[in-house]
């Protein structure tokens, strides 16, 4: 097995849902050991489920990310089924331990004792435990601890709890999002800021792990989801601070390219993207779409950008007229051909059998014990020196509990058996939780 740079690295994983733990996922494939600290006592929702323990006949009445159990079938444990979970816990170990109790927040600090990052996501709550930097960094001065939230933990509105969505309507992301003749509230999850969360949070990591190694001290991150997504807008608020102008989305359409939109195919819900730039290549969608749309296509409103612009709407009508006789492949082939952007618009099943996908190693098979052999969306980046690989499949709740506390924290025979009587340590969550 090759080298990984982060190999030698250990991370506490304290984090829930999906952008705090897709970066930890991250820390993990560059070779950290990751354990994540979770409790048997506790259900984080929209982590390992939206229940502990939900009703088989529910399941396909959930939402995409609801419906995420093999052959909809929650099993025994659900928890160790529910594909949101899986798919950011590759590489990583989890053990558990109860937060409530003396004994748990002991564990976390041994942990972190033993340590070198601590990632966190829960917006204050480790501070009310007294586990926040000011004491985590006296058991161990050189520690890098992450907090992830949504606004940040400073300001006023450093307490407001919830999800990426939510973040990035404050942000003005709703606003922008969608189409012209929509109000945000229609706009469907995306929740981009997720996944941009994660990735933030992983160069923070390594920028402070290099400045640890010069300087020999730890740091604390504050990590706003928020801000560090709204650099993705970042022209629009340059543009109001410029101009005093307000922005509105402008759906699939582009501020001064025409026809520039994603038009209906051939097929069910099957649809291709188009986009000219300029004259030149106007006329070779023209000669593309062949003679029997060469009438209208040269018509006055349609003679330059300016015009085009005037005339959008009459304009996608028009082709996407010419769309829907073809499919999206064989649009993009011919228009691509002709020197003119186009692409189709791939639904999951196209994206999972993607030939190019599937040549550069993208999806990687997993034998889970609990949810089954299945292909995940994996190697995130191609690296030359350092092979990608899955050392550790999605862990069960609390499946590393003996590695952790045995071997790295050498807890004794008898105060290992007397927590797992309390319920500190387990691989099932408390009966009581539904």
């Not at 250990?10 to 849902?17: E, K, Q, S």
């Not at 001290?217 to 928020?226: E, F, N, P």
């Not at 299945?374 to 050392?391: C, N, T």
Request: charged letters at 25%; aromatic letters at 8%; proline letters at 6%.
């Amino acid at each position: 097995m090759s080298r990984l740079p982060l190999e030698g690295v250990r991370v506490v994983d304290m984090t829930a849902v999906i952008g705090a733990p897709f970066g930890t996922m991250m820390l993990a494939d560059l070779g950290a050991e990751v354990i994540r600290v979770e409790s048997c006592n506790y259900f984080p929702s929209t982590t390992r489920g939206y229940q502990a323990r939900p009703q088989k006949e529910l399941i396909p009445r959930l939402g995409p990310v609801g419906r995420g159990y093999p052959d909809y079938d929650p099993g025994q444990r659900p928890w160790n089924r529910f594909a949101l979970f899986n798919c950011h816990g590759v590489n990583k170990l989890s053990i558990t331990a109860d937060l409530l109790q003396p004994e748990g927040r002991a564990t976390v600090e041994a942990l972190v004792r033993i340590s070198d990052i601590m990632v966190e996501n829960m917006t204050g709550a480790l501070e009310k435990l007294g586990l926040g930097y000011d004491r985590l960094r006296r058991v161990s001065p050189d520690l890098i601890m992450v907090s992830v939230s949504g606004m940040g933990t400073t300001g006023p509105y450093r307490n407001l709890r919830g999800y990426g969505q939510i973040f990035e309507d404050v942000l003005g992301h709703a606003w922008l999002r969608g189409y012209a003749e929509d109000h945000p509230q229609s706009l469907t999850q995306a929740v981009a800021s997720d996944p941009a969360a994660g990735a933030g949070l992983v160069w923070a990591s390594m920028a402070a792990l290099h400045y640890r190694d010069v300087t020999g001290r730890g740091q604390y991150i504050d990590m706003s989801m928020a801000e560090n997504y709204i650099h993705h807008l970042g022209s629009t608020f340059v543009d109001y601070a410029m101009n005093r102008r307000v922005q509105r989305t402008t759906g699939n359409r582009h501020p001064f390219l025409a026809p520039h939109g994603c038009y209906r195919c051939k097929g069910d819900d099957r649809w291709v993207t188009i986009a000219v730039r300029n004259d030149e290549e106007w006329r070779a969608l023209r000669r593309a779409m062949g003679p029997s749309e060469e009438g209208w296509a040269r018509d006055r409103r349609f003679a330059d950008g300016y015009r085009r612009l005037r005339n959008q709407d009459e304009l996608d009508r028009r082709i996407e007229g010419w769309t829907c006789r073809h499919t999206p492949k064989e649009i993009q082939e011919r228009l691509q051909r002709a020197g003119v952007a186009a692409g189709a618009v791939m639904d999951i099943a196209d994206i999972f059998n993607d030939e190019h996908l599937r040549q550069r190693g993208f999806f990687q098979r997993i034998d889970h014990p609990e949810a089954g052999s299945h292909d995940y969306p994996v190697a995130l980046w191609q690296m030359s020196s350092s092979r990608f690989e899955v050392r550790q499949t999605p862990p069960l709740l609390g499946e590393h509990n003996e590695y952790v506390y045995r071997q790295l924290l050498a807890t004794p025979e008898g105060v290992y058996r007397r927590l797992v009587a309390e319920g500190h340590i387990g691989m099932e969550y408390a009966p009581d939780i539904p």
